[in-house]
T-cell receptor, first 110, second 113 residues
Framework: EDQVTQSPEALRLQEGESSSLNCSYT??????LFWYRQDPGKGPEFLFT???AGEEKEKERLKATLTKKESFLHITAPKPEDSATYLC???????????FGKGTLLTVNP | NAGVTQTPKFQVLKTGQSMTLQCAQD?????MYWYRQDPGMGLRLIYY???????DKGEVPNGYNVSRLNKREFSLRLESAAPSQTSVYFC????????????FGSGTRLTVV
């Protein structure tokens, strides 16, 4: 069974303080790893798809990287508007559904 | 573009009542999904529809039924609501099943008392 573990559960940063979120996964035949952002009271918003180890994707202050066992979401010089819950999900080769982690709640203080 | 539209946004039910959650997408996506999100549990798949005319069980299907009414619409029905079904329900769609760049609706917050 596919499994996704995100750490830390919560992270509090000062504006401008760079950090990383971790997503560790166990999957049979990775077909894709996905990052989503979720704001309070809203549905998840798609950010990135990574398909193979070594791949990187960037969007504004966010950069996602992938190894064979984990993915990192690097946040450079975050702003308060980056505060949200960040979700990681994997799509394995044995089924057609995304398996989500429980998320990391990021708070960026001004 | 509206994307994925869910109705209602909020609902309170009494134990044993029934209701249908509605979902519609305007992106011409083939696949649609229903998830529930609970504190500490993350998003869990209830049912999905790979394409019009097909539906399959997900991780937590008990107590729910679904209907893929047409390509645009995918409804979730609770026949006899229980307090354990208190949750936030999200509908999502994607180009095809296995395409993980899902577009999610804004959710339905359901409370069963």
């Amino acid at each position: 069974e596919d499994q996704v573990t995100q750490s830390p559960e919560a992270l509090r940063l000062q504006e401008g303080e760079s950090s990383s979120l971790n997503c560790s996964y166990t999957v049979s035949g990775l077909r894709g790893l996905f990052w989503y952002r979720q704001d309070p009271g809203k549905g998840p918003e798609f950010l990135f798809t990574l398909y193979s180890a070594g791949e990187e994707k960037e969007k504004e202050r966010l950069k996602a990287t992938l190894t064979k066992k984990e993915s990192f979401l690097h946040i450079t010089a975050p702003k308060p508007e980056d505060s949200a819950t960040y979700l990681c999900a994997v799509l394995g080769g044995s089924n057609y559904k995304l398996t989500f982690g429980k998320g990391t709640l990021l708070t960026v203080n001004p | 573009n509206a994307g994925v539209t869910q109705t209602p946004k909020f609902q309170v039910l009494k134990t044993g009542q029934s209701m249908t959650l509605q979902c519609a997408q305007d992106m011409n996506h083939n696949s649609m999904y229903w998830y529930r999100q609970d504190p500490g549990m993350g998003l869990r798949l209830i049912y999905y529809s790979a394409s019009e005319g097909t539906t399959d069980k997900g991780e937590v299907p008990n107590g729910y039924n679904v209907s893929r009414l047409n390509k645009r619409e995918f409804s979730l029905r609770l026949e006899s609501a229980a307090p354990s079904q208190t949750s936030v329900y999200f509908c999502a769609s994607s180009t095809d099943v296995g395409g993980g760049g899902y577009t999610f609706g804004s959710g339905t917050r359901l409370t069963v008392v």
